[in-house]
């Protein structure tokens, strides 16, 4: 049972366990035998709770959510990939392409599980075995690139750098025993633009494991986001794009805040 974390302290990484008493150095392997070891100063710069090998992404999979874009229900799930640049911490900067320029940047709250060991055919009742723990996401979204320049595919408006903030720690699975009863909301500059539940997913945690286990091995450390509840920003009339200067926080019950500000790319 424990909440981990990594840190950035004076230029080198630390993974943390928080002890009830304080950070303490995670000692050992985090996805094997470990234990809390010395003390440490929490730093102002938080990183993402993991390093993943991949980044696995379910779209469609909140019912209202597919009712707001106007979809039909999906048999099976909607998958798409982030590729592992996206990630970014707790208080590090979400940024607006500038290069690459988008008009429609986009927030998505997202419950995210981490996987804990090596798997392949996970069986849905066993699905919960093979989890570490989870956080909180944001999919960040550039609606135009997604959408209209993407040449029918999502990965370019998904994938730029930090398009996938992640924490501000990770929950291990012990402490969340049922990950589809947890309130989870976005907040936009402090206004609340998405709540709902994830019991409003149509595949639920142990279902999206056995579905992408299904002849793919799943390394330790890998991501699955599970998809976002309604109120997105291209849902909305007129549509809420992402500006320089807002700030986006996404709040998963039992996990915790994880907040970035948006600023323009520095070219």
């Given at each position: 049972?424990a909440r981990?974390a990594r840190?950035?302290i ?5 993974t943390?366990?928080d ?6 150095q ?7 035998q470990h234990s ?16 993943p090998?991949a980044?696995f ?7 209202a959510?597919a009712?707001e874009?106007?979809?039909d229900?999906p048999e099976?799930?909607v998958l798409?990939?982030?590729t592992?640049?996206?990630?970014t911490g707790?208080?590090?900067n979400?940024?607006?392409?500038g290069q690459?320029t ?5 927030y998505?709250?997202?419950?995210a ?5 090596r798997?392949?055919?996970v ?6 075995e093979?989890v570490l723990?989870y956080?909180?996401?944001n ?12 040449g029918s ?7 730029f750098?930090t ?9 291990t699975?012990?402490?969340l025993?049922?990950p589809?009863e947890?309130?989870i909301s ?5 206004e609340k633009?998405?709540?709902s539940?994830?019991?409003d ?8 494991i056995?579905f ?5 091995t799943l390394l330790?450390g890998?991501v699955?986001l599970?998809?976002?509840?309604s ?15 807002d700030?986006v ?5 039992k996990?915790?805040?994880l907040t ?5 790319e520095?070219l």
């Open positions: 049972m981990i840190f950035e004076a230029g080198n990484i630390h943390a366990i002890t009830g008493e304080g950070w303490h995670l000692e050992g392997d985090l996805f094997g809390a070891g010395s003390p440490i100063e929490v730093p102002d710069k938080r990183l993402s709770p993991i390093e090998p980044i992404c379910v779209g469609l999979n909140y019912r959510h009712v874009v106007g979809a229900l099976r799930p798409f990939m982030k592992v640049n996206t990630i707790h208080g590090q979400i940024e607006i392409p690459a988008s008009e429609k940047m986009d998505e709250c997202e419950l599980i981490i996987i804990g060991k798997c392949k055919n069986s849905a009742e066993s699905a919960l093979y723990g956080t909180c996401a999919d960040v979204s550039a609606r135009d690139w997604q959408m209209e320049w993407g595919q999502w990965c370019r408006g998904k994938s750098d398009f996938c903030p992640l924490g501000p720690e990770l929950i699975a012990d402490e025993s049922s589809n947890l309130e976005t907040f936009v500059n402090g633009l998405q709540h539940n994830t019991s997913m149509i595949f639920d945690v142990p279902t999206l056995e992408l286990s299904a002849s793919t330790p890998t699955i599970t998809g976002t509840p109120g997105v920003g291209v849902g909305r009339k007129p549509p809420i794009w992402l500006k320089s200067g700030s926080t996404i709040e998963i019950e996990i915790g805040a970035n500000p948006v600023v323009d520095p």
